[in-house]
């Protein structure tokens, strides 16, 4: 018999006894239930059920700040999203959000980009710092037909949704989930009025139209689906009849989805949500009761009981703290992280707002880390900053821009405002030591500058004058140490001069480089500062390297994998990262103390062509 679960336990004891231990309902991942059409009407009930706790019921969480049904919800691991959708309230494009980590009421966090009377009845899904909103119905075109529409948000931060594309055709009642890369729609009522069996994928961290996955076992609309960090399910739906069916694909693959096994009963707008290996799905429209099934996601199998929602209703909408996809990545934040901030999308945005982040110090492929406040490209080549926040100053988003924005390396989300250049330019270089940023030249509304402001990384404010370049210039990049930041090139030029970053003045001339080109990027150690590639009559490969505390001539290092101009670089103290070039997402590195031709790094997507980097551990951190 065993013992009562009180009192002090040997070890034996305790091990005997493992599995009869008691689970704490208010430990473990969560899943949310929110709004929905309940007995009495439309709801603004917000549940919350323990995922890993089969058999519990779930508990009143807080309210939405309206009734709200058919809206669509995604969550990171703190912050969960609802939007959409119709009943109390006041705008059906606002997005209510909740801090997961405790109970309480929603607040307000802005509103949809796309919408006309209303949107209901899309989809969403997200990773970790950005909410994906695809699909759904606006009433424009006519009663239940699907649009194309996909925008998107920043998590953490507030403020309203951004275009991010559009899905392969106009879509409502579709199925959203996404592992941490690829988000997934699936199943919909199309726009030309019949039920839709197409899967399609968008990358996260892109910005762009949907592609194709695959298809359906059957195609279905007024489906739910849920994902582990590697499987997304499709449940249920209708066409014609509900349906029982759950299907299942690989995303990181593409191809047909396969059968998993059956719901409990047919049924349709069902809600689900999950974590890394359950997934937990309501009753749906043809069961209007509080029963929630469940799935082991890494098997096939028919569904089975759980529990029951404090409420029975339909409509509602379901996410969890724990989904896979919103997890931070291993090992975040690196000790030597790179950042690649806007550039110039061939897609919609025009000028991208995402910023991704590298682990210097390994090699592998960019990961999203979060958006510019200002989406643009031809940002100051090099950026500035200090172990804990990097800056990037100027570009080109339509017109010339004197913004300044920054980030906390700690913390992925959006940039915030940090004040304004003297003037407005873009492509110009920019530089710092830990805690000094330094930005220079540029085309300004005027033409090609000369002028270098400095800021002071530690506190935001508008920059200040520190002096002049040799001559206007554009183009141009930058290398540094903690004491002097070296400028090199620009458009049809070999120069290289250079500032004592903690003095103000004029710049002094340090020497030439190999060959004169503009479009080029810098990057270096404490001692030695490498340019790579860039444009002299045709882009080329060259690498470059200089001596930062003595003055002369660039001599070879060795050359790229690929031609490249546009590329922005980052380093370590140790090694450099030159990213890729328009419609090549081939990053390369060097190590900065040897000579010799670059290697391969990973891909970079997107490309972030024209964008600006960043690095809290570059040459002139001391």
Not at 78 to 84: D, M, N, P, S
Not at 546 to 551: D, H, K, L, M
Request: glycine share 16%; proline share 2%; charged share 10%.
């Amino acid at each position: 018999m065993a013992p009562s679960f009180s009192g002090v336990w040997n070890i034996s004891t305790q091990y005997q006894y493992r599995t009869g231990w008691p689970i704490d309902a208010n430990l473990g991942a969560k899943g949310f239930f929110a709004g929905g059409s309940a007995n009495a009407g439309t709801s603004n009930v917000v549940d919350v059920i323990t995922i890993e706790s089969t058999g519990a019921n779930a508990t009143d969480f807080g309210n939405l700040t309206a009734t709200r049904t058919k809206g669509f919800a995604t969550s990171n691991n703190t912050r969960g999203l609802i939007t959409g959708g119709e009943g109390g309230i006041s705008s059906a494009a606002s997005i209510d959000y909740i801090e997961l980590a405790s109970a309480g009421n929603a607040s307000d966090f802005g509103d949809l980009a796309n919408h006309a009377s209303f949107r209901e009845d899309g989809c969403a899904f997200a990773g970790n710092v950005r909410a994906i909103f695809a699909g759904g119905n606006d009433n424009t075109g006519g009663g239940g037909v699907g649009k194309d529409y996909i925008d998107f948000v920043t998590i953490q931060t507030l403020g309203n949704a951004i275009d991010f594309g559009n899905l392969t055709d106009g879509l409502n009642a579709n199925a959203g989930f996404a592992s941490s890369t690829r988000g997934i729609s699936s199943g919909g009522y199309n726009d030309a009025g019949s039920s839709s069996n197409i899967i399609q994928y968008v990358t996260i961290a892109t910005t762009g139209n949907a592609t194709d996955f695959g298809d359906l076992t059957a195609a279905r609309y007024a489906t739910t689906g849920c994902a582990s960090a590697t499987r997304g399910l499709t449940a249920g739906g209708v066409d014609g009849g509900s349906n029982n069916i759950i299907d299942y694909i690989t995303i990181a693959s593409i191809g047909n989805a396969t059968d998993f096994g059956d719901l409990t009963k047919a049924s349709y707008y069902n809600t689900a949500c999950s974590n890394a290996t359950k997934g937990l799905l309501t009753a749906g429209t043809n069961n209007s009761t509080q029963a929630v099934e469940f799935v082991t996601l890494a098997t096939t199998s028919n569904s089975a009981d759980f529990g029951d929602l404090s409420v029975a209703r339909v409509f509602a909408e379901g996410f969890s703290d724990s989904t896979p996809s919103s997890a931070l990545e291993a090992g975040f934040p690196p000790a030597a992280m790179g950042l690649f901030g806007g550039g110039l999308g061939d897609g919609s945005p025009r000028y991208l707002p995402t910023i991704t982040y590298i682990n210097i110090a390994s090699t592998g492929d960019t990961i999203l880390f979060g958006d510019l406040s200002v989406g643009r490209d031809y940002i100051s080549s090099g950026g500035f900053a200090s172990t804990t926040r990097g800056c990037f100053a100027g570009g080109y988003n339509g017109s010339q821009t004197n913004i300044i924005d920054f980030v906390a390396f700690s913390t992925k989300g959006k940039a915030t405002d940090f004040g304004n250049l003297t003037t407005d330019p873009y492509g110009g270089a920019a530089g710092s030591n830990s805690t000094r940023g330094i930005n220079a030249g540029g085309n300004a509304t005027s033409g090609a500058t000369n002028i270098i402001d400095y800021v002071t990384i530690a506190s935001a404010g508008n920059a200040t004058d520190f002096g002049d370049l040799l001559g206007a210039k554009q183009y141009l990049t930058t290398v540094q140490s903690s004491t002097r930041l070296v400028i090199g090139g620009g458009f049809q030029s070999n120069v290289i001069q250079y500032v004592t970053i903690a003095s103000t003045g004029n710049a002094t001339d340090f020497g030439d480089l190999t060959q004169a080109r503009g479009n080029l990027s810098g990057a270096s150690s404490s001692t030695r500062g490498v340019f790579g590639g860039g444009n002299s009559s045709g882009t080329v490969n060259t690498i470059d390297y200089i001596t930062i505390a003595s003055t002369g001539n660039a001599t070879d290092f060795g050359d790229l994998t690929v031609t490249k101009e546009f590329a922005p670089a980052v380093s370590s103290g140790t090694r450099a990262v030159f990213g890729s070039k328009e419609n090549s997402n081939v990053m390369d590195y060097v190590t900065i103390a040897s000579t010799g031709n670059a290697q391969d790094f990973g891909d970079m997507l997107p490309y972030h062509v024209n964008g600006g980097s960043v690095s809290n551990s570059h040459g002139g951190i001391a």
